[in-house]
């Protein structure tokens, strides 16, 4: 991995809202396919700042009415560990590039 590449997923990690985050209003069923799908209606954190996000609606939402996202369950466990494990993976490649 280049520098560039480092500080550019550095860069989207420090603009986006800080986590953990999770999914909220989700659940899994089956499609006419026979794939499982989930289906949530909101990707994000819990608390921004000192706010309870139940009083703020989706960062990842189609709507604040009604709204769904649908992806597979794996798809929307990923999404929701993503700013955990970036989090944690930065630190890891930081503390690496300075020792060496």
Partial sequence: MTDEQLLA???????ATPGPWGL?????????KGK???????????????ESVSI????????????????????MEFVSHAWEDIATLLAALTEDKAQC
Avoid: H
Avoid at 57 to 64: I, R, V
């Fill in 24 to 32: 909220w209003d989700g659940y899994t069923e089956v499609s006419t």
């Fill in 56 to 75: 703020w609606y989706g960062l990842f939402s189609n709507s604040m009415i009604d709204s769904v996202i649908e992806g597979s369950a794996a798809d």
């Fill in 36 to 50: 499982p799908v989930c289906q949530v209606e909101r990707i994000g954190p819990d608390v921004i700042g000192n």
């Fill in 9 to 15: 997923i550095k860069g989207r990690f420090e603009r």
